[in-house]
């Protein structure tokens, strides 16, 4: 169909052997071809299984593990993409109806959409926690000692909502930066969701959850199990970094 053309379909993998497969699958499944992959120096048999599939073309192979911001825009100045949606996948998240269309047909009736978000489920059927209010520098801190996890968090009800989880979002090129990139490089690793989702919010556009569109995903909550961690250290930095770049705005929400 025509409304393939208009998405990108960005997905970024490291030793994500277990889990390619069944996202690769999900995608050929449903005919999507302009697929693209950042190879960030797994150590495992994710490479091979990408290569073997219909996406052997659109690879960017790296030798050094960088940045979850930098990675997807380095997709988009590597390939030259040039379209009206952009849509961020985790490689350990997989799908059995087509909630790509269903996601571009809701953004598709309002040019105010800026991003646009299915619920997202366990592989066991529970919900995930991933239409949120943004987070204050309190949540963060007990996130990262251990005092709070994601099942506490509270799941928006509401089309509107503040901000969704980066595993899958489809983003408009309305959000766009002139030098060819979506997310903040700055975050190295967790804040570049929130960040976006931020961003349109200030230019006036809308972030919203599509209740009949869904997905399912293998969570890893990497920074919540344990407190001295480097992936605890990029979160804590990321949100740090956040609040510093938005200021009052974030600070008043």
């Known amino acids: 169909m025509s409304y393939k053309k208009d998405i990108s379909i960005l997905v970024v993998t490291h030793n994500h052997e277990n889990y390619i497969g069944q996202l690769i699958q999900s995608l050929e499944n449903f005919d999507y071809k302009d697929v693209y992959f950042c190879e960030a120096n797994s150590s495992?048999?994710?490479?091979?299984?990408?290569?073997?599939?219909?996406?052997?073309?659109?690879?960017?192979?790296?030798?050094?593990?960088?940045?979850?911001?930098?990675?997807?825009?380095?997709?988009?100045?590597?390939?030259?993409?040039?379209?009206?949606?952009y849509l961020f996948l985790n490689p350990d998240l997989y799908f059995e109806t087509d909630f790509i269309l269903q996601l571009y047909q809701e953004m598709a009736k309002d040019g105010n959409i800026g991003i646009a978000t299915p619920l997202i489920y366990f592989p066991d059927g529970k919900i995930q926690t991933t239409w949120k209010k943004f987070p204050s520098i309190l949540q963060v801190i007990k996130k990262r000692l251990g005092l709070m996890k994601i099942t506490d968090e509270i799941q928006l009800e509401t089309p509107d909502i503040d901000w969704c989880l980066g595993a899958c979002m489809l983003i408009s090129e309305k959000l766009l930066k002139k030098n060819a990139t979506l997310l903040d490089e700055r975050y190295r690793l967790y804040c570049e969701d929130v960040d976006i989702c931020f961003e349109a919010k200030q230019k006036g556009l809308k972030v919203i959850?599509?209740?009949?569109?869904?997905?399912?995903?293998?969570?890893?909550?990497?920074?919540?199990?344990r407190?001295?961690?480097?992936y605890n250290y990029w979160n804590i930095s990321s949100i740090l970094k956040f609040a510093y770049k938005w200021n009052w705005k974030y600070l008043s929400k």
């Open 209 to 225: 959850g599509v209740k009949d569109a869904y997905a399912f995903h293998h969570l890893n909550q990497m920074s919540s199990k």
């Open 227 to 230: 407190i001295f961690s480097r």
């Open 44 to 85: 495992d048999g994710t490479l091979g299984v990408i290569e073997g599939s219909t996406f052997r073309d659109n690879i960017l192979k790296k030798d050094i593990l960088e940045g979850f911001s930098k990675n997807n825009n380095d997709l988009i100045r590597h390939f030259n993409l040039k379209t009206k949606y």
